[in-house]
């Protein structure tokens, strides 16, 4: 079994090791290091690779995959609503309490969700920023929502913050978080400790609210 899934080599000053939700192991890397380096590296935390590894894949197991049929389950701010077949409706999603949808192959129905969800993710997301924005007179330039998995959030230099849609399926202390988190960004862009100093300002217990994400992202992290 390989160690390592991919290297990325980019402009950063340090190598370190991810282990994603789904067990693939990405080792991002500075532009002109030597190889061995990268490597040596690598040998250096095997065990713990391994481990971690080994923690995902079993983690994997607690979250069966979607079927998009009726009784599938679906996260919207912590909590799991069942999606509901209701013929009377329009080819759309009616949330209350549940997911209401006319019944239709479960690719038609996946696209419904995802549009609700999206939709919905600008709603409230666009609605807190503004609100944090307006509260400790930051300033950004868009909020965008995207598909990404596994990150989730981000704030350009230019301004723009952009939060996955999947966001809303965590509870909503953790989409504070990771809000005030991105927004931290728009005064610090870099992680020091001014920058964290920023974000417990915005969100005093935030460090709970960071181990909580990290040990439970790969429930919202899959459809
Ligand atoms: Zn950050």
């Not at 899934?5 to 789904?22: A, E, G, L």
């Not at 192991?25 to 391994?50: E, F, S």
């Not at 969700?113 to 939709?119: D, Q, S």
């Not at 862009?189 to 300002?201: D, E, Q, Y």
């Amino acid at each position: 079994m390989k160690t390592v899934d991919k290297i990325i080599r980019s402009r950063r000053r340090s190598i370190v090791i991810q282990v994603k939700d789904d067990g693939k192991v990405i080792v991002r890397a500075p532009l002109r290091i030597p190889d061995q380096a990268i490597q040596d590296t690598i040998d250096k935390y095997r065990n713990w690779i391994i481990a971690k590894r080994k923690l995902a894949e079993e983690r994997k197991k607690d979250v069966p995959a979607e079927t998009f049929n009726k009784g599938d389950l679906f996260y919207f701010l912590g909590e799991k609503y069942p999606l509901v077949f209701r013929e009377d409706l329009p080819a759309d999603i009616v949330f209350d309490k549940a997911f209401y949808t006319p019944p239709a192959p479960p690719a038609f129905v996946k696209k419904r969700l995802e549009a609700w969800f999206r939709k919905t993710a600008r709603k409230l997301i666009t609605a807190k920023v503004n609100a944090l924005a307006a509260a400790f007179e930051l300033k950004h330039s868009a909020v965008k929502i995207n598909s990404a998995n596994q990150r989730w959030g981000s704030c350009t230099c230019k301004g723009a913050l952009n939060f996955p849609w999947r966001l809303i399926m965590c509870p909503e202390p953790i989409l504070d978080y990771i809000i005030a988190h991105e927004m931290a960004h728009l005064k610090q862009m870099n992680h020091s400790a001014r920058f964290w100093h920023t974000v417990g300002i915005m969100c005093p217990d935030y460090v709970q609210r960071k181990k909580w994400l990290a040990d439970n992202s790969h429930l919202f992290s899959h459809f």
